[in-house]
């Protein structure tokens, strides 16, 4: 990870590092229009690499909007590199592509079982140089790509060790530009990166196994919780700060390290139930449309629709691990004062950082009732890769509490 103001400038000389003449540069349309990507792309030819950039990233990627990245960039020739400019969405869309010029088959064959083949890469990928635009995702340091697949409605991703970038080039400058809104969602899906790799179930509970099947998700561990504890910090003062005052640089570079420190510790530890959830409930979108998104389409972004179950979530793990789940409140609340019951602290410290930063009030004010329980608890059942890192076994039935309790939030 090379991380710092001005670090964005640097890349082209990182990329002569990897021996690289040819790169491709993946990014939106949105974060295209701010410059950035052809600012970046201009300095890597001055290094003189040809520097390609495709801006046709669609913000939450699916199937079809990979497919396309894809055949681009199967139909321009080779590649020795490739720089991911932007948040979550350019970045995964750029493992994504790495992948399958790399390796043959079809995008389906990768994703995630029961959704997809489950299919490893056989061929080792190029060089990925992930340069984050928004403060959330943390897929600069992870091994995952995430992706709605549209004809079943469902979201899931895919994820093997070769899928991590080589190089986080983390510049806050890159982050101003992010809406209110956009740094509100991104910013819960740090929060709960760090409180669920934190929360999740211990290493040292999984059964051991052979090498070659060990996954990148191996539960808590004294190196995940390092990095996750130091995310909470930064967040406790920098989310709410980033959010009311976009240009406060302090703010950006402490959310831009929060979101790289909870990459680190999620990317190893994993995540679990809110995560799990947050899949159908995005895939599963009708009409609601976020303010600060781009686009007319019905959309919730993911940060947003992981936190609207984990208030829900952390009460119901609660009992599998008490003094972690009192940590993370306290981590991000110092002084929040909690009388009542403890299973209650962490949902409601969560519920008073939504509040402030204007996340909905739960998956009602996203479209749902408890109409649709089942049929998002049908989506969630499908993320067995997540739901095997909870710290407690969630049945049908446990998961179907989480989301009623969920529709409303206070």
């Keep these: 990870m090379k991380y710092g103001t001005g670090s964005s400038d640097e890349i082209g000389y990182d990329l002569t590092q990897y021996g690289a003449r040819r790169v491709l540069v993946l990014t939106d349309a949105g974060v295209a229009a701010t410059g950035w990507p052809q600012r970046i792309a201009e300095g890597i030819e001055t290094y003189g690499i040809e520097a390609v950039v495709f801006d046709g990233v669609h913000v939450e990627p699916t199937d079809v909007s990979m497919r396309k990245a894809v055949d681009f960039a199967r139909g321009q020739g080779e590649w020795d590199a490739f720089v991911a400019v932007g948040g979550g969405s350019a970045i995964d869309t750029a493992k994504a592509v790495n992948l399958l010029t790399s390796n043959d088959g079809d995008l389906m064959d990768y994703v995630n079982a029961p959704v997809g083949g489950g299919r490893a890469p056989s061929a080792p990928l190029k060089p990925l140089v992930a340069v ?147 899949y159908p409930i995005a895939g599963q979108v009708r009409d609601f449309h976020p303010s600060g998104y781009p686009g007319d389409e019905a959309m919730v972004p993911h940060g947003m629709a992981v936190s609207l179950t984990a208030p829900a979530a952390f009460r119901f793990t609660f009992d599998a691990a008490p003094d972690r789940h009192i940590r993370v409140a306290r981590l991000l609340a ?6 009542g019951d403890l ?68």
């Design 132 to 278: 984050p635009t928004t403060t959330g995702t943390g897929s600069e340091s992870t091994t995952v790509c995430v992706l709605d697949v549209l004809s079943l409605r469902v979201k899931s991703g895919i994820s093997h060790l070769r899928m991590r970038p080589s190089l986080a080039v983390v510049d806050p400058r890159l982050t101003v530009s992010q809406p209110p809104e956009v740094t509100a969602a991104s910013g819960m899906d740090i929060l709960c990166h760090a409180a669920e790799s934190y929360t999740a179930k211990p290493y040292t509970e999984f059964d051991r196994k052979r090498p070659e099947d060990r996954v990148p998700y191996c539960g808590s561990n004294p190196l995940a919780d390092m990095f996750a504890e130091q995310s909470l910090r930064l967040l406790s003062w920098a989310l709410p700060a980033a959010v009311r005052d976009g240009s406060d640089m302090k703010a950006r570079e402490a959310m831009a390290l929060a979101a790289t420190f909870a990459g680190l510790g999620f990317g190893n530890a994993g995540v679990h139930i809110p995560h799990a959830n947050a």
């Design 334 to 339: 110092p002084d929040y004062e909690w009388p």
């Design 343 to 410: 299973r209650e602290h962490l949902p409601a410290v969560l519920g008073q950082i939504m509040r402030e930063i204007g996340i909905p009030n739960g998956i009602g004010a996203v479209g749902y009732t408890e109409s649709d329980v089942d049929s998002l608890v049908s989506g969630t059942v499908k993320q067995q890769r997540l739901l095997a890192t909870a710290p407690r076994e969630a049945s049908e039935a446990d998961l179907a509490v989480i989301l009623r309790e969920s529709v409303t939030l206070w």
